[in-house]
Nanobody, 125 residues
Framework: QVQLVESGGGLVQAGASLRLSCAAS????????MGWFRQASGKEREFVAA???????YYVDSVKGRFTIDRDNAKNTVYLTMNSLKAEDTAVYYC???????????????????WGQGTQVTVSS
């Protein structure tokens, strides 16, 4: 059974930092592309960052320089370190996994097979 379990969300003030974690089970983690998405209330789910099986990373422009995605294959875990948080970062953050190793970079929700349940991040201004 495939499971992705996020943790680390919370309520913080603008300018603070948070580190989200996503623990995966039921898959060979090192073979996976892993992504983080977020969905604010009333908005569509949007791509935030991804780290491919070969460690290549990609970020949406709005988080470049503030967020860092990394993975620990020994722990089957992907992380999203979020610094200098802004009110507009408030959303439910979702972890996603994909096995396909498709040529195109997985930056859309439909590129991913598996999803976590989400963790709420709220940034007060």
């Amino acid at each position: 059974q495939v499971q992705l379990v996020e943790s680390g969300g919370g309520l913080v003030q603008a300018g603070a930092s948070l580190r989200l974690s996503c623990a995966a089970s039921g898959l060979t983690f090192s073979n996976l592309d892993m992504g983080w998405f977020r969905q604010a209330s009333g908005k569509e789910r949007e791509f935030v960052a991804a780290v491919r099986w070969n460690l290549y990373t990609y970020y949406v422009d709005s988080v470049k320089g503030r967020f860092t995605i990394d993975r620990d294959n020994a722990k089957n875990t992907v992380y999203l370190t979020m610094n200098s948080l802004k009110a507009e970062d408030t959303a439910v953050y979702y972890c996603a996994a994909d096995r396909s190793r498709a040529p195109e970079f997985p930056a859309t929700p439909r590129a991913y097979e598996y999803w976590g349940q989400g963790t709420q991040v709220t940034v007060s201004s």
